[in-house]
């Protein structure tokens, strides 16, 4: 998945019921992938996404969290820390084969973060940063800037 590509539709079961990437269109939408629920670093990241939602909100931004964990899982971690945003149940690992960052093993999601532009095209992929929460302000930073040249 490259900057400058359409970003692959997709259906899925999530935290706030089906959803659909192409629901989202005309919206910039942030799209993270991460390894397990309830993992110190998946923890991190979700709660800095939750902080920062409203941020994201104000420049017409929606967050979907993917990752292979079960919905019942998910919907725990959701409630947990409180996230609004949809947390997408990809059992089968369909969305995380779609995106290529399935990991080595082949069991779950690298932690890779894609932002994607109104259009619904890829404009930045987040991948290697020290620290999962460093998702959260490296996206909110890339939104800003692909808000303020519209």
């Known amino acids: 998945m490259n900057v400058g590509e359409p970003a692959p539709d997709f259906e899925a079961e999530?935290?706030?019921?089906?959803?659909?990437?192409?629901?989202?269109?005309?919206?910039?939408?942030?799209?993270?992938?991460?390894?397990?629920?309830?993992?110190?670093?998946?923890?991190?990241?979700?709660?800095?996404?939750?902080?920062?939602?409203?941020?994201?909100?104000?420049?017409?931004?929606?967050?979907i969290g993917v990752s292979a964990d079960s919905l019942t899982t998910q919907k725990r971690f959701a409630e947990k820390y409180n996230a609004k945003f949809p947390v997408v149940a990809d059992k089968e690992k369909k969305i995380i084969e779609m995106y290529r960052v399935l990991n080595e093993k082949g069991t779950s999601a690298q932690r890779v973060t894609f932002i994607i532009d109104s259009e619904g095209k890829v404009v930045e992929v987040l991948k290697n940063l020290k620290k999962a929460e460093e998702h959260a302000d490296k996206a909110l930073e890339v939104i800003k800037k692909i808000t303020s040249t519209k």
């Open 14 to 63: 999530s935290t706030t019921g089906k959803i659909k990437l192409s629901d989202f269109k005309g919206k910039n939408v942030v799209l993270y992938f991460y390894p397990k629920s309830f993992t110190p670093g998946c923890t991190r990241e979700i709660q800095r996404f939750v902080e920062l939602y409203e941020e994201f909100k104000k420049l017409n931004t929606e967050i």
